[in-house]
């Protein structure tokens, strides 16, 4: 498993990125950083809050990816507990956002013993369109889990 740090550079950026490797080749990646939590939560301010969600930095795991032909074999397990090791300092819980209609990530994140907080309608995806980048509207899933969740 290597490591990128990049903790507290100019902009303030807080966090870690971690890259999977199989013979000298990248197979996944994975950063936590601390960040507000959830892309649309602005506008869902009450509604979060009523989920006792948190709307200060916290921890956040974020581009997790697993290449096509290594998956099922613990890459991606690896790397969330690598990511929650890393942030483990930095709060008592990690969160995640994925989006709602990914079945097999979520039951994943589930193995992993994550538990779903809300769905969040505000969030917005950049997909490659036919005029370059587009941002579109998305509903995503926000799920969090102890640090150490025995
Ligand atoms: C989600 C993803 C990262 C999982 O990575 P992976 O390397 O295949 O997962 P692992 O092999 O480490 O699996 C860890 C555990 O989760 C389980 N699991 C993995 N995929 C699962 C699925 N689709 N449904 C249910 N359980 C699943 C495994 O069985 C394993 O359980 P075990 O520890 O009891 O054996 C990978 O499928 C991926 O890159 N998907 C596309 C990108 C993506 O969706 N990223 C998340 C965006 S938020």
């Given at each position: 498993?290597?490591?990128w740090e990049k903790e507290e550079d100019d902009k303030g950026y807080k966090g870690r990125q971690?890259?999977?490797?199989?013979?000298?080749?990248?197979?996944?990646w994975c950063e936590i950083?601390?960040?507000k939590f959830g892309i649309g939560v602005e506008q869902l301010s009450e509604f979060a809050l009523s989920r006792n969600t948190s709307l200060s930095e916290v921890p956040l795991i974020t581009n997790l990816c697993v290449e096509e032909e290594v998956r099922g074999k613990g890459?991606?397990?690896k790397?969330?507990?690598?990511?929650?090791?890393?942030?483990?300092?930095?709060?008592?819980?990690?969160?995640?956002?994925v989006e709602s209609t990914n079945v097999k990530a979520i039951d994943f994140y589930r193995k992993l013993h994550?538990?779903?907080?809300f769905d969040d309608p505000a969030c917005r995806r950049v997909d490659v369109g036919w005029l370059g980048w587009e941002e579109k509207r998305t509903v995503k899933t926000c799920m969090r889990r102890?640090?150490?969740?025995f």
């Open positions: 498993m290597g490591r971690f890259v999977a490797e199989i013979n000298g080749e990248i197979v996944g950083r601390m960040s890459v991606g397990k790397l969330v507990e690598a990511a929650i090791k890393a942030g483990s300092g930095w709060g008592k819980e990690v969160y995640l956002q994550f538990d779903v907080v102890r640090v150490r969740w």
